[in-house]
Each structure stands twice: as C-alpha cells, then as structure tokens.
C-alpha cells in the first residue's frame, strides 16, 4: 500500500490527509479561532509516534509542526486566520523552505535572498531540498535581509518567477528545488530578524521528529523479534542464536533510552523549558537509536531486509531521512558539546528544565 | 508519566540534598568526592545517623522502619545521596537480608534482626556465589545437612564483599541433594562469622585493594531456628533479594557526580596549552556520556513509575546495562585525562602525581566489576530478549 502512494505523486495520500484533516489533527496545535485544535506538544508527539510507527508518508511534522508552527508563532492573526485554517481543513498544505544546497542545518538563510522595493518584497535564489516543496500550496521561506539578517516570508504556490522540480526522497517522500526569480513574498508577521524564530522551529521539529522516529524504531525492532521467532535455518527458528538474540537486546535498549528523552524533550517544550537543548538532545540520542536499530534490524534480517518488497528497510530509510533534515548526531553533539562546560551537572528533573 | 517534579517533590529534593549535605560529616563525603572507598566506621557512622533520622531504610515496611514512601521519592532520596557522596546504607543489610527477613522471616527472626539490620549494629555478609556457581547460581554446591535442632554446613563461598568486616552471614545451601530441580533443594541460613569451623580468606583484588572474600565452611553448625523462611525454598528468598539487588543499579547520581568530577578534572588538565575540556574530542565524549545518562534517569523514573508491588519492572535490566556502562565509561574518561600520570598508582609522599590521577587508573579496573555483579550485561540481555522481547 505504501509502497503504492508513494511510487506516484505526491508521494502521501491526499485522502489520508483529508482523513487526517477531519480528525482534526492538522490543526491540533493551534488556536481554535485558526481552525485549530487547541492541543499541545503532547498531543502533536502521540501523533507524530503513530505515524513513524505505521510509516505514513504524510508529511504531518513537516506541514504541521514546522511551516504550521512558523505562521502560528511568528505570523499575523490574518496570516495566522487564512494559512491555519487551510492547513487545519486540509485545504492548503504549507512547507518550510528552509534548506540550501551547502547550508548543513544553520538557522540562517544566505542563497535566497530579500530584496525590498516600496512597500512589497521579492524573492530571488535556490532552496533545496524542500520537503514536498512541488505539492506545497504555499511555502514559508527563510531568506538573507539586505541589512542583515534572516527573514520569513510567505510565498504562494502560484506565485509568479517561481519555479519547482519536484522528486523523490530515499524513504518514499518528496522533495523539490525551488527557485525564486524576483518572486513576489510577503514577510511572515512583522518581518525583520527571525533566525531566533528560525532556531526555535527547528527544535520544535527536531523534538517531533524524535517521537516519530521512536514510532519507527519501536516497530523496526518489533518486525525483527517476529522475524527472529519465525524465520527458521538450520533446522530452527533464529531466536535459538543468542548471537542474534543479544543484539535485539541491545536494539531495545536504544530503543527504550531514546523514547524517555523523547517523551521529556515534548514536556520540556510543553513547559516552557529550552527547548533548543532539548531538541538537541532529543536529537543527539535519537540519531544514535535510529541509527543502531535502522541497521541492525536489517542485518537481523539478512537479504530481505535490503529489498523494496519487504517493510523493515524502509523504516531504516525513513529513519535515514529523518537523521539528516534537521541535523545529525553529530552535529548535535558538537552544540552540546560547546556548553559542557558551563555547568556541573544536568538535572532533567528540576524546573525549568536546565 | 510524570517527568517534571511537582513542587512538592521538589521541597522533598530539597529536603533530601539538605539533610544529606549537612548532616553526614564532611569528612566522610570528602572522601567519596575523591574516589576513596569509605571505612568500615564510615559506613557505620553514616547508617546510624541516616537510620537516626529515618533514612536508612525507607523502603521497608512501616513498622520496621520504613516511609511508606512512593518509588518517585525512593529514587530521588538515592540520588541525592549519590550526588552528595555519601556512603549508602549497607546493600547486604537494607537491600538484601532486610527486606528478606521482612517478608519471609519469623516473627522471632524479625525481632531478633531487623532493628538491628538497621542500625548496622549487625554488619551483614552476603553467601551466594561460589567457585563453580557465579551467574549459574543454582549451581551451588554448599550442602546443609540436618543433625538434631541443627544444620550442620560445609563448602566455600566466593565474591563475599566486606566479609571481613561482617558479624553475620546469610548464606545459600543446598539442603536436598535429591531435588529433582536444582532449584528446589536450596536453603538461606544465617550465623555469625565467628562460629568455629568459618575462615575467611582476602582476594586481593586488580587495584590492589581487599574488598571480596572467599569464605570455607567446615562443619559449621547453625541452630535450626537460623533457618530463614521455608526448608528448600531458598531459591524463593534468593530470587526476591536479586530483584532488589537490580532496583536503584543505574546508580545515575553517582555516574552523574564522577562525570562532573571529569569536567572539573579536564578543565584543570591542560595540553599544548589548552585544557582537555576545550579539546572538540573530549567535549564531545563527555557530551555523548551525559545525554546517555540524562536518558538514564529519565528511564529509571519511568521504570520507578510502573513498578507494580514491589516488584522490579523488567525494564530494569535496562537500568543495569546501561547504568553500569555509564559507569564504566567515565572511570575510563577519568583515566585517559590522567594520561601518563594514570600509571603512578601506588606513588608514596615524595611523588607529585595528585591523588586523583594515582587512583583512576585502580578505580577504572575495579569498575569492571560493575558489569558483572548483580547479574553480568550478558545475564541483563538474556533477561531482556527472554522476558521482554519474547524471543
């Protein structure tokens, strides 16, 4: 089935998301007068986790969290009341075009840039790869100021002098380069600075993409232990080799690890706490899970697990894709890292959340 | 799931950290602070004032002692007391025999024992592992025969930590060779270390220090009322006490306290000029080690939460592997930032090597310990691809 969806454009399901939209869960974190749901970090992390679970290729942290928490945090009310309630009724699908070919996860923007001319502004450079950047009704773009500085703006799908190639990703979903010749944009909110913004909704969106790799993960590692119980050589099932055995021991404690700082990076947001260390660290852990169950779940598998025809390497492509949008282990790493230093100890626990 | 602390868990951290850090001398902590292994009469020190005020034994029935405290507070009394260094109450006793005594001794055993096994008026040893009988302990060979109102006992245990220190020992013996399940034939009995036909005998261990002993018995004669619960049910008493043993052995408050000593030691620790802590490689190492352990705690709180009676949630051979790890890993960190001067471990008065170099490199060779005691990382992963994953 999925493998179906996502051979053809545009790689999801538009009746899942429609279906999606009538759940009310394209618009579960925003306001109600936005067509909203009113719902927290919590809510947005259970979703996010069924859809890493099931492998959904609808683009929910993508859409949702990341452009749909861009408008709802630096939008106007009448860019919050026309963008939210499309995106919550399923009738607009917004994207955050952030990424440059080169700009490895900074929250700066240098290869678009903004250029103002009376009272409208325009657009002009590459951005790539956008996550379904050739389905998107509209897109939230990061561009360079002329007096320093990264902006948002709102382009719309139909926009004149823009131009996209879409594509498909490693793990089934969408992608597109998008070029913008002089395209009319219209700055997100008060416009001005938003790297803060910027650095903000990636965190966001490395938080939620850690619950849906956790989704992932936990049904990665399930499909193996039923394929280790199954699968017979050598006269007997595979769960006879401790060999085998260990190694989907240690996957669940990858696993286990990176659902509790997961769950605590969603509270911690929930609460008002750094979410910019949170997310790091969300990310950090999650990257080493991802990684570790992703490839040993095919191993475990053998030859099986390397083919289109059978799901497991797909989630190891999806965890793939979702170790590198928004930042890697590494890089996570190097920015905690860097503070190391600064304090003695880290205390998870305590308010508000160090 | 709660992973914020309420604001009265809070008062109650505060109340923890500030009994712990005031009340237990200076001295004694001082000394956990700086990786020495306390004295016999620091640990006695500590668990009288802490059982003094009620927090020795929290975790044990109400009517002995205990708090009636929920497993969020257990765990955060522990931590903060590994945090603030102070040497825990005796695992044999609190942890162990205690709470084993407490559900299946008789009433006369628990009036003898338990207030007692509190106060670390009676120092408790632990008789299990034996020669041929570590991870296998049904395997023990330790035979109890009956000979009028007494248990006559001969063997050898090993691994016995502090038994030098110890005025009792609990002991597993097999009491039906004939038992058709290994299982089935093993009895606890306990006696003082001082009955004649006991030796004890110190191994000396990689780091130069006593703390594991192998003890002979040779027709050691126990009184039958010494015999704790049932007469073959030992592997019952066994199997309770190993549960407990896995509970609170992530150790992330003391992890948590060495991996801070690091910083500190990498801050101090320079090379070409530059202090190790600025070095990308070192920074990233102690990164990596503090996310794990910050994912940790927040996995021991989520065991502690759904921890049905008493008994420890599977998950915990989770907080055994990785908690003991973590350990491991910083004992290395803190070895490789002594660097040359790790190997000056037995350097007298006329060395300059400080203190802490001297005993890295003897505490990361003790620290192998930490994966094979209560149930080695290979036990943990069977435990978990058998009990949990089904496999």
């Known amino acids: 089935m999925r493998r179906k969806v996502t051979k053809t454009d545009p790689g999801f399901d538009e009746k899942v998301w429609t279906q999606l939209a009538e759940m009310g869960l394209l618009g579960l974190p925003f306001a109600e007068e936005h067509g909203g749901a009113g719902a927290g970090p919590v809510e947005v992390a259970i979703v996010a986790e069924e859809i890493g679970r099931v492998l959904a290729p609808e683009p929910f942290v993508e859409a949702v969290v990341l452009a749909g928490g861009l408008i709802n945090r630096v939008g106007s009310d009448a860019q919050k009341s026309e963008l939210l309630t499309a995106l919550s009724e399923g009738s607009s699908i917004p994207t955050f075009a952030h990424t440059e070919i080169g700009s490895r996860w900074t929250p700066t923007a240098s290869a678009v840039t903004a250029t103002e001319a009376g009272d409208s502004w325009t657009l002009s450079g590459v951005k790539e790869p956008v996550p379904h950047g050739a389905r998107a009704d509209v897109l939230v773009v990061s561009a360079a100021l002329p007096g320093g500085g990264t902006g948002l703006f709102v382009v719309n799908g139909d926009a004149s002098g823009l131009t996209r190639s879409g594509y498909r990703n490693i793990d089934g979903t969408r992608s597109a380069n998008v070029r913008f010749d002089s395209t009319p944009a219209a700055p997100l909110g008060e416009g001005g600075d938003q790297t803060d913004a910027i650095e903000r909704a990636l965190a966001v969106g490395r938080i939620a993409y850690s619950n849906e790799a956790v989704g992932a993960m936990d049904t990665a590692l399930r499909t193996t232990v039923e394929y280790l119980k199954t699968r017979k050589q050598f006269g007997v099932t595979l769960n006879k080799f401790q060999a085998l055995n260990f190694r989907a021991a240690d996957m669940y404690m990858s696993l286990e690890l990176a659902r509790s700082i997961a769950l605590w990076a969603t509270v911690v947001e929930m609460t008002g706490g750094d979410v910019v260390s949170a997310g790091d660290r969300a990310r950090l852990l999650t990257s080493r899970a991802g990684r570790h169950i992703g490839k040993d779940a095919i191993q475990l598998h053998g030859g099986i697990g390397v083919t289109a025809e059978y799901k497991v390497g797909h989630y190891t492509a999806r965890l793939t894709a979702i170790d590198h949008l928004l930042g890697d282990g590494d890089f996570a790493a190097d920015r905690l890292a860097a503070k190391v230093g600064d304090y003695p100890t880290v205390d998870p626990l305590g308010a508000p959340y160090a | ?391």
């Not at chain 2, 930490?370 to 435990?383: F, M």
Request: charged share 25%; hydrophobic share 40%; glycine share 8%.
């Open chain 2, 1 to 391: 799931m709660q992973l914020q602390l309420s604001p009265e868990m809070q008062a109650f951290r505060e109340e923890m950290r500030t009994f712990f850090t005031t009340q237990v001398p200076k001295e004694i902590r001082d000394k956990g602070a700086n990786r020495h292994h306390p004295t016999k009469d620091d640990f006695v020190t500590t668990q009288r004032i802490l059982n003094a005020a009620g927090l020795a034994v929290p975790h044990w029935p109400v009517e002995y002692g205990g708090r009636d405290w929920t497993p969020l507070q257990r765990h955060i009394y522990r931590e903060e007391m590994q945090l603030a260094h102070v040497p825990e109450p005796l695992a044999f006793n609190t942890s162990m025999i205690g709470p084993v005594l407490a559900q299946f001794g008789s009433q006369e055993q628990k009036d003898r024992f338990l207030a007692k096994t509190a106060n670390l008026d009676i120092w408790w040893c632990q008789g299990f592992s034996e020669p041929d009988a570590g991870s296998d302990l049904a395997g023990l060979r330790t035979v109890a025969v009956q000979d009028g109102d007494e248990w006559v006992v001969n063997g050898q245990k090993t691994w016995t930590t502090m038994g030098q220190h110890a005025d009792w020992i609990f002991c597993l013996a097999r009491t039906d060779p004939t038992a058709e399940k290994k299982q089935r034939g093993i009895s606890m009995l306990v006696f003082p270390m001082d009955t004649p036909g006991v030796t004890l005998r110190p191994i000396e261990l990689l780091d130069g220090g006593f703390e594991v002993n192998e003890v002979f018995f040779e027709d050691v004669r126990v009184p039958s009322e010494n015999l704790i619960g049932e007469v073959n049910k030992g592997w019952d008493q066994a199997k309770f006490l190993l549960g407990n043993e896995r509970v609170g052995i992530a150790r992330v408050g003391g992890t948590k306290g060495m991996l801070a000593l690091a910083k500190e030691l990498a801050r101090e620790t320079t090379y070409n000029g530059r202090p190790l802590l600025e070095d990308p490689r070192y920074a990233s190492r102690i990164a990596e080690i503090e996310n794990e352990l910050v994912a940790l705690e927040l996995t021991a709180l989520r065991v502690v939460a759904n921890s049905a009676d008493g008994k420890p949630h599977p998950a915990s051979s989770v907080l055994k592997l990785k908690g003991s790890v973590l350990q491991q890993e910083v004992t290395e960190l803190i070895v490789d930032i002594a660097g040359p001067l790790s190997v000056a471990s037995f350097a007298e008065e006329g060395s300059d090597v400080p203190d802490w170099a001297r005993v890295s490199a003897p505490e990361y060779l003790n620290y192998r310990k930490v994966s094979i005691y209560g149930g080695s990382n290979e036990v943990q992963r069977v435990i978990i691809s058998g009990t949990i994953l089904g496999l």
